[in-house]
């Protein structure tokens, strides 16, 4: 019996197919340490996975990427990388196709918040010297938070109850979800054109995913660049996002935002009320003050006997008689 002769095509492709076969290699998990990480023109990137005795290459698409990769994978890092095993016939080497990757213990959000963090810190969009002072007496102010929900409640309500005659204006937007970053930008651009005194952003509390499009580069940016001084205000007191670093300031919460953005009218009233009698206070002596010099200078000897030679000081004045019916007033001061 002859035996059959096959070409390495057909080799590598009849074992792609087993591997395909195999349930255990098509959604499998790797953890190992990122080796040759290299982005391609294209948006792919290729790697190496190894550990101590051994190494497998692999490759992660752009779609993928541009779907699930939250940070930017480095080399060294310890991860853990969801995908499928298969053979890639043209050089008849098997590989991993990634389809996630996550560090090794830490979460991938963290890591890209982390970067993120350090690459704008790096460029001076945190520095204190470039942030914006927030008006102390806003007549407009501008609220960029979702339709409904606590923040936007909160936020309307403090204000009015503090300072009712500056007005509000609320521009709605997503503030979770992969729309929520472009819709959050453009509120941004948009208020913009309002003449606003100061511009809130934010949202009530949540997980670290519903806050994310408070951490994306885009929105960072927006704030960075608006004109008009922004206060973050994202979730709890002890969430922080890239907003809250890149804002004019930071509020702890919505509610928070609000009450430092304006002032409190009745203490307000109280200090122009007390400015008030201060000045009428001082009015009141300086006339008091002016009626005695006055009744001072109308009875003086210089008055009463006007055609007596003397000199006398009287009121910063020299008075000095030189002729008869005349009298010069020189100024002394």
Not at 135 to 152: D, E, F, L, N, S
């Amino acid at each position: 019996m002859e035996e059959k002769t096959f070409t390495v095509s057909e080799i590598n492709s009849y074992i792609n197919r087993k591997l395909k076969m195999d349930s255990n290699l098509k959604n499998i998990l790797i953890k190992g340490e990122l080796s040759n990480y290299k982005d391609s023109y294209r948006g792919h990137s290729y790697f190496t996975l190894k550990d101590e005795e051994s190494q497998i290459d692999g490759v992660i698409y752009k779609f993928n990427k541009d779907r699930f990769l939250k940070f930017q994978p480095e080399n060294g890092m310890k991860v853990i990388i969801k995908g499928k095993i298969e053979v890639y016939e043209k050089n008849g080497r098997y590989q991993l196709y990634a389809t996630k990757i996550t560090e090794d213990g830490v979460g991938e959000l963290h890591i890209a918040f982390e970067q993120l963090k350090k690459k704008l810190n790096k460029e001076g969009l945190f520095d204190e010297t470039v942030k914006k002072e927030i008006p102390k007496y806003p007549k407009r102010i501008g609220v960029i938070t979702a339709k409904t929900g606590a923040a936007v409640k909160d936020i309307i309500t403090t204000i009015n109850r503090k300072y009712p005659i500056c007005e509000i204006l609320v521009f709605t937007t997503l503030v979770q979800g992969d729309q929520a970053a472009g819709q959050i930008v453009r509120q941004i651009k948009h208020a913009q054109k309002f003449n606003l005194d100061t511009l809130i952003v934010g949202r009530g509390g949540g997980s670290i995913e519903d806050l994310w499009p408070f951490n994306e580069e885009e929105v960072a940016r927006a704030i960075y660049a608006c004109n008009i001084p922004v206060i973050s205000a994202v979730g709890h007191e002890t969430d922080f996002t890239i907003s809250d670093f890149v804002a004019d300031l930071r509020a702890p919460t919505p509610t928070a935002a609000a009450d430092l953005a304006v002032p409190e009218l009745m203490e307000i009233e109280y200090k122009i009320a007390q400015l008030n009698k201060r000045v009428n206070k001082s009015i009141k002596n300086k006339l008091t003050l002016n009626r005695t010099k006055l009744t001072h200078i109308s009875v003086s000897y210089t008055l009463l006997q006007p055609h007596e030679p003397f000199l006398l000081f009287e009121c910063g004045f020299l008075f000095e008689k030189k002729k008869k019916n005349t009298i010069t007033y020189s100024c002394i001061y």
